[in-house]
C-alpha cells in the first residue's frame, strides 16, 4: 500500500510538473499565414534590403517569404566563402557574372544560373558581380549556421 501511494504521489508531482511547465512556456510562434503577393526582384534596389551584416559586409539579403520548412530570399551583392551545417540553399542567379566556388571548385555563374549547394558544402567567394540571388533554403537557416572556409 505504501508503496502504491508513493508511486501516486511521484506520478501526481511529475503531472503537475508539465502543467506548469506548459502553462508558463511562451507559445510557439506561429509562421505569418501565406497570403497573395507579386514581388518585382528586378525592382529591388539596396535601399529596399535591410543593410549588411557583420559577418556578411557586402551583402544585403531579405527573407521575403516562409512557408513551412522552407525560405525564400533575395539577396544583392557577394559573400566570402562559407559552409551552412544544416540547411540546403538552391540559388538562382537573376544578375552579375563571375565565378562561384562551389565544393573545390570556382564555376562560372551568370543569369539563370541554377547552383544547388546541399549542406556542409562550401559555397561564395565570388568574383564578378555584384551579384542579384534568388535563394531557396530548406530548412529555415539558423542565423549563426554560418561557418567561413579558406
Do not use: C
Request: proline fraction near 13%; aromatic fraction near 6%; avoid cysteine.
Amino acid at each position: 500500500m505504501k508503496n502504491i501511494r508513493t508511486f501516486l504521489m511521484l506520478a501526481l508531482a511529475f503531472a503537475a510538473g508539465a502543467v506548469v511547465t506548459h502553462l508558463t512556456q511562451p507559445a510557439a510562434a506561429q509562421p505569418a499565414p501565406v497570403v497573395p503577393m507579386v514581388i518585382n526582384l528586378s525592382a529591388l534596389t539596396p535601399a529596399d534590403l535591410p543593410p549588411p551584416t557583420a559577418i556578411l559586409p557586402n551583402l544585403r539579403s531579405k527573407l521575403l517569404l516562409q512557408v513551412g520548412q522552407t525560405q525564400f530570399s533575395y539577396a544583392l551583392g557577394t559573400a566570402p566563402k562559407h559552409t551552412h551545417a544544416s540547411t540546403t540553399e538552391v540559388q538562382l542567379i537573376l544578375g552579375g557574372t563571375g565565378t562561384e566556388w562551389l565544393g573545390d571548385k570556382q564555376v562560372p555563374v551568370s543569369p539563370g544560373t541554377f547552383v544547388v549547394i546541399p549542406p556542409n558544402t562550401p559555397h561564395g567567394g565570388f568574383t564578378g558581380g555584384p551579384f542579384q540571388i534568388y535563394a531557396v533554403k530548406t530548412p529555415p537557416q539558423d542565423p549563426s549556421d554560418y561557418h567561413m572556409t579558406p
